[in-house]
């Protein structure tokens, strides 16, 4: 019968479109993003605003193209890597020099960091400037122990580094172009640096983990060190065996949350002697009313039909103005 079939197709409908408004929301299930471009996004950051530690907030940056990226007051970077065992974001310059320029130098800008983040550039760096003047700066050899012990040697730019005797990936890329290696302290000494010299580079120091300590391969590019706050109420809350959160903040003032399936609390995510806040997980709230909403309204349209059903006269396929549905 036509009613019949009807009444099929519309009960099938209404299980399909149940089974997909009973399912938890992404909100429910994880709500922070754990990734960005393959690189894995854990305490103390987060790249959606609430996740991690509100010290390193507005840092991290997963752009749309899915590209990680540091924001600095001096621009933003291109993360390449984070480690959190030997915590450091390794990140990339554009502006600096590197093999392919060889002798043509193009403009550039000092790298910096937030003094008033957590953050800090490794002493693994070594920087090499090129072409600087000597009216203007110091170039000379230094002896072999200022590489291992700068601080105990002067501030003139080492003519005779290793680095630039042995320019990592392209030896002889400079051709006639002078080199020498500093480190600068400051923010300002590199401004200083880069007035009088044509370019420079960043170059760090990356365990091989072949017959440490004597594993270090030289690779271009920028280590940044970073903190790892730990807090009581974090370890807690990332305890398994206590609801395994994500540890993280509220948005407007900052005290800590932690970030669970059903909602947000102020402990752990099984701390039943505390109420849940539900100011990040509103999306997930709005969704399980809206289902619950969707379910009832077609519940309560399927039972009408088979009340209908029950009603309508036998006749035997044929379809006629008493026995119509629509």
Request: charged share 15%.
């Amino acid at each position: 019968m036509a009613s019949s079939s009807l009444f099929i197709r519309l009960s099938s409908s209404f299980a399909y479109h149940l089974f997909f408004l009973l399912l938890p929301s992404a909100a429910q299930v994880s709500p922070c993003r754990t990734s960005c471009s393959g690189i894995p996004i854990n305490y103390p950051f987060g790249i959606d605003d609430g996740c991690g530690s509100p010290y390193y907030r507005h840092i991290l940056v997963c752009t749309d193209s899915g590209q990680l990226e540091l924001r600095t007051p001096s621009g933003r970077y291109p993360v390449r890597s984070v480690s959190y065992s030997d915590p450091h974001i390794l990140v990339s310059d554009p502006f600096m020099w590197n093999c392919q320029d060889g002798d043509a130098f193009r403009p550039t800008r000092p790298f910096s960091l937030d003094t008033s983040t957590h953050f800090s550039l490794s002493p693994q760096n070594d920087y090499l400037f090129f072409n600087c003047s000597e009216d203007d700066v110091i170039v000379e050899p230094k002896p072999i122990f200022c590489e291992r012990f700068p601080d105990r040697c002067d501030s003139s730019c080492d003519s005779a580094s290793y680095l630039c005797r042995h320019l990592p990936e392209c030896a002889s890329a400079l051709g006639g172009s002078s080199c020498c290696s500093y480190y600068p302290k400051a923010t300002e000494s590199l401004r200083m640096m880069l007035k009088y010299c044509a370019s420079y580079t960043s170059v760090y120091w990356r365990s091989s983990g072949v017959n440490p300590p004597d594993d270090q391969v030289p690779e271009y590019g920028i280590r940044v060190d970073f903190d790892i706050p730990v807090t009581t109420r974090c370890l807690q809350c990332q305890d398994t065996n206590k609801g395994g959160g994500i540890c993280g903040f509220d948005t407007q003032t900052q005290d800590f949350l932690c970030l669970c399936g059903q909602g947000n609390a102020t402990t752990y995510c099984k701390d039943l002697s505390v109420g849940h806040h539900k100011r990040i997980g509103v999306i997930a709230g709005m969704a399980t009313a809206v289902s619950v909403t969707g379910v009832v309204g077609i519940g309560a349209g399927i039972w009408y039909l088979i009340r209908l059903r029950k009603k309508a006269p036998v006749v035997c396929g044929v379809q006629s103005n008493e026995n119509r549905l629509f």
